[in-house]
């Protein structure tokens, strides 16, 4: 058993300093109205969170930089306030949803995420849905990210009116069975230089062209309609969409996320950009260089399915080391977190690895495996964290430095839709009943509820939440809301969980998750504090994982800092009953015995709870005669994942 640590006062305030910073920084972002004006007050207020080049901790860039106008929130909090939201969220301007009968619009999606009832199918005579849910508590955030590729082609092929209708795609996309018309019109996708259909889009493409703009406008429209601009700051919205390509059957998707309403004028899909480094380049040229207020990032969808692709460092041929370090800048710049788990599981790490943790969600269905490549290391998390501490040893820059968040990817315009006891599936009418959820070919009971994304900011405004992604202050969970934080310091002393003021310390201290750290003092190693409070199930544990790459070996070393490390509690999966002891809130601090100030580490935080039922015993348990699905089912630990703190020499 480990020695637990209750932390006492964990959501101490500001001090009256950083208030004053803050308080500034509104009042300058109020009286410039300008985005310059904006920038100058946030740097000012931001000198806490830079501690300079002669630091020994890298805090990064000042915590909030305004691109635009509205009122300022009153949750406005320094020492950052975590919100819960979901950036993967598909509605029926996807060609697959609305192929299972989804119809809900992304207003839809804005409203559910708000705490709205909304509609699943089957649908009723009047095409509209017929079984109700809602969520038992609201998102803070959220962003529809339906599938730029196809977007114009399905909205012609469902207009009457449009010369494309009664083409034989589009008549085969309304009349075919769904998963023959899904095949018939994503076939693109799974090319490598994939081209549009000139049936539906005409010889010069221009009917697709002109529709995409149509679509994206409603997108944008959509989520600006939503978005809270009151001082309530109660939902933000962001605008965006997954670039979607399937070579060989590999996920390679991402989800694009912009930093406010300043977007191009049509989103870059696969079909536009098959290559991820030309996604990037294009998403450089198109908004961050082109536009005034415009940024981004992706997101690479859950990597279990990409078959080694999504982390492949890839250079052009003949390419120098100076153009491909730039390329890996590129990467850095554009790409600062994966979505480490989603509806179609995990992509934390291998169980042939030794980590009994790691087969948490573990896709091991062998038709999915043969086309996704389960097996490959490339596919995981902590090959891409360890590969990318070996290429910044090579380049000096890591083009692999990814935080972390969980989605749903939802296919019912359901965001934060994540309850194991209440869940009703993702995929439309193919998961109708309970047993289609547990015996649907394309997964089925492989697959579960998703997960949700946890950011650390200062207000919920798309500045704010856009600054936290890109500097890493996220973590992701695979459903409760566990409130988590993370430090890393050189310093920090013992006793601090017993302390009011331990936020404030870890700030002041160090760095949070995904921070850096530099240049140790002599004789010191890296030491970090941590806390963590339960959701609606007790916790089990917290452990930190070392991730290294010393010379091409990766090393990995899982080590648990707090709670019971025998695991003593246990649930009934007839009854879902738990039992055992287990903890509300866990707090402690770490010092690396095995540091070498030489060797370039990350380090994260995961975060256990006590077993629960799975949503498939609650659905075998529902059912009089279970199919065969339900003959193994066994229990879970919901968990949550920090993005990680690096040390770099």
């Not at 500034?24 to 109205?33: F, I, L, N």
């Not at 996309?173 to 998963?179: D, F, G, K, S």
């Amino acid at each position: 058993m480990l020695l637990v640590l209750a932390c006492g006062g964990d959501d101490g305030g500001p001090d009256a300093a950083r208030d004053a910073r803050l308080d500034t920084r509104v009042v300058a972002r109020d009286a410039a109205g300008d985005a310059e004006g904006a920038e100058d007050a946030a740097e000012d207020a931001g000198e806490d969170a830079d501690a300079g080049e002669d630091s020994d901790v890298d805090a990064g860039p000042p915590l909030v930089t305004y691109t635009e106008e509205r009122e300022p929130c009153l949750d406005r909090n320094a020492e950052r306030n975590v919100y819960w939201g979901d950036l993967h969220v598909h509605t029926q301007l996807s060609f697959d949803a609305y192929l299972w009968s989804v119809r809900a619009t992304p207003a839809d999606a804005y409203r559910f995420a708000r705490g709205e009832e909304i509609r699943l199918p089957p649908l009723d005579d009047e095409g509209r849905g017929t079984v109700p849910i809602q969520l038992a508590e609201p998102l803070d955030f959220a962003a529809v990210t339906d599938h730029a590729e196809l977007l114009a082609e399905v909205n012609l092929c469902l207009d009457e009116t449009s010369d494309a209708f009664d083409t034989p795609p589009c008549v085969q996309y309304r009349t075919a069975p769904p998963a023959m018309a899904f095949r018939l019109l994503s076939a693109p996708l799974g090319e490598e230089d994939p081209m549009r259909d000139t049936e539906i889009c005409g010889d010069d493409l221009a009917r697709c062209s002109e529709r995409v703009r149509s679509v994206w406008s409603r997108v944008v429209d959509a989520a600006d309609a939503a978005y809270d601009r009151t001082s309530a700051c109660s939902l933000t919205t962001f605008v965006g969409y997954e670039h979607t390509g399937t070579p060989d059957a590999a996920n390679v998707h991402r989800n694009v996320i912009f930093r406010n309403d300043d977007v191009p004028e049509v989103p870059i899909s696969y079909i536009d950009a098959p290559r991820t480094s030309d996604l990037w380049a294009r998403l450089d040229t198109a908004c961050v260089r082109g536009l005034d207020r415009c940024d981004v990032l992706t997101i690479p969808h859950n990597a279990n399915a990409a078959n080694g692709r999504i982390f492949a460092l890839e250079y052009p041929p003949g390419s120098t080391e100076v153009e491909q370090r730039a390329l890996a800048e590129l990467r850095n710049r554009s790409e600062p977190l994966l979505e480490i788990y989603q509806h179609k599981g995990a992509s934390e790490c291998q169980p042939a690895l030794g980590d009994d943790h790691c087969n948490f969600e573990f896709i091991d269905d062998a038709l999915l495996c043969s086309l996704f490549g389960c097996e490959n290391p490339a596919n995981y998390y902590r090959w891409a964290l360890s590969e990318g501490l070996a290429e910044e040893a090579r380049l000096g820059v890591d083009p692999l430095q990814l935080g972390v968040i969980a989605s749903t990817d939802t296919h019912n315009g359901t965001p934060g839709y994540v309850s194991e006891s209440a869940w009703r599936g993702h995929v439309g009418l193919q998961e109708e009943t309970a047993r289609d959820r547990l015996t649907t070919l394309a997964g089925g009971v492989s697959f579960s509820p998703g997960g949700l994304a946890a950011v650390w900011a200062v207000e919920n405004s798309r500045d704010a939440l856009f600054d936290a992604m890109r500097r890493r202050e996220t973590y992701g969970t695979s459903g409760p809301r566990i409130e988590v934080r993370f430090f890393g310091g050189w310093d920090y002393p013992t006793g601090l969980c017993e302390r009011g003021d331990f936020v404030t310390q870890g700030y002041d201290g160090g760095v949070p998750m995904g921070g850096t750290l530099r240049d140790p003092p002599d004789d010191a190693a890296p030491t970090f504090v941590f806390s963590a409070a339960q959701d609606e199930t007790l916790l089990q544990r917290i452990q930190i994982i070392k991730i290294t790459n010393l010379e091409g070996e990766q090393a990995e070393t899982i080590v648990d800092v707090a709670g019971d490390s025998e695991g003593l509690a246990s649930v009934d999966t007839a009854t879902c009953e738990t039992s055992g002891p287990g903890f509300s809130m866990l707090c402690g601090r770490w010092r690396d015995p095995d540091f070498d100030p030489a060797v370039p580490a990350a380090y994260y935080v995961r975060v256990l709870e006590n077993p629960t039922c799975r949503w498939s015993s609650y659905d075998c348990n529902s059912l009089l005669v279970p199919p065969r699905t339900c003959d193994d089912v066994e229990p879970i630990q919901e968990r949550a994942w920090t993005s990680p703190i690096w040390y770099r020499p």
